[in-house]
């Protein structure tokens, strides 16, 4: 695991300023003088000396980037190390971003301290290693994704859901009451509007993308203990 470099100073800008300060203080453990910013408040002189101090930025799926950073303008361009952190919600934020000031992008949603050490990792890279064309294509790639799920009815998405949590069509017909046939009916759907040819791959898109509220309460489940 790389050393943060000597310059260990970083701000941390959510409008959650509970998701802020946690991250703050799991960086903090790694060693950096960690700053939780939420919402458009920030030190004085925060504009003067922003150039000078790398950023993560939180981008949620509320609206468009912390009011903090707008006040700043232009000043995110240029060589500055900023991480852009979001959920599937806020992937057109997040390309935004990233198209601005050449951040990074990381995954919001995944446990507090893998995507700390993510954080860490960008943080302590002597240089930029990932490409913002790249980046800003994944996310494009992702949000088209994304918009597939939405074509799926409550019905689909349930049964989606069940797939993720590797049902198969016989067991979910037992347990809805419902037929094999009609569920497998109803899996031939799904792989149509998400445009894939296998139940293994509607999954792995879902784990990818899906950020339909019905299928992303099968997923939580599954991760919990118990």
Do not use: N
């Not at 409008?15 to 960086?27: N, S």
């Not at 458009?40 to 799926?61: E, N, S, T």
């Not at 240029?78 to 990074?104: C, F, K, M």
């Amino acid at each position: 695991m790389p050393e943060p470099p000597t310059r260990r100073e970083v701000w941390v800008v959510a409008r959650d300023a509970v998701l802020a300060a946690g991250i703050a203080a799991a960086l903090g453990a790694l060693g950096w003088l960690a700053t939780a910013l939420s919402g458009c408040a920030g030190p004085a002189g925060a504009a003067d000396g922003i150039g000078h101090v790398p950023l993560v930025l939180v981008v949620d799926g509320l609206g468009p980037i912390p009011d903090l950073l707008r006040a700043v303008g232009d000043a995110l361009r240029g060589d500055r190390l900023v991480i852009a952190v979001g959920s599937l919600a806020a992937l057109t934020g997040l390309e935004r971003v990233v198209s601005r000031a050449g951040a990074a992008a990381l995954c919001l949603e995944q446990p507090l301290p893998d995507l700390v050490w993510e954080i860490h990792r960008a943080l302590s890279a002597p240089v930029r290693q990932w490409g913002v064309d790249g980046v800003v294509t994944d996310l494009r790639e992702r949000e088209q994704e994304a918009r597939r799920f939405a074509m799926l009815t409550p019905r689909e998405q349930d049964v989606l859901g069940a797939l993720v949590t590797g049902k198969s069509a016989v067991e979910i017909a037992e347990s809805d009451c419902a037929s094999v046939a009609t569920v497998r009916s109803q899996i031939r759907g799904i792989l149509t509007k998400l445009g894939v040819s296998s139940q293994l791959a509607a999954v792995a898109l879902t784990h990818r993308s899906c950020r339909e509220h019905r299928v992303v309460a099968h997923i939580r489940r599954l991760h919990r203990y118990g």
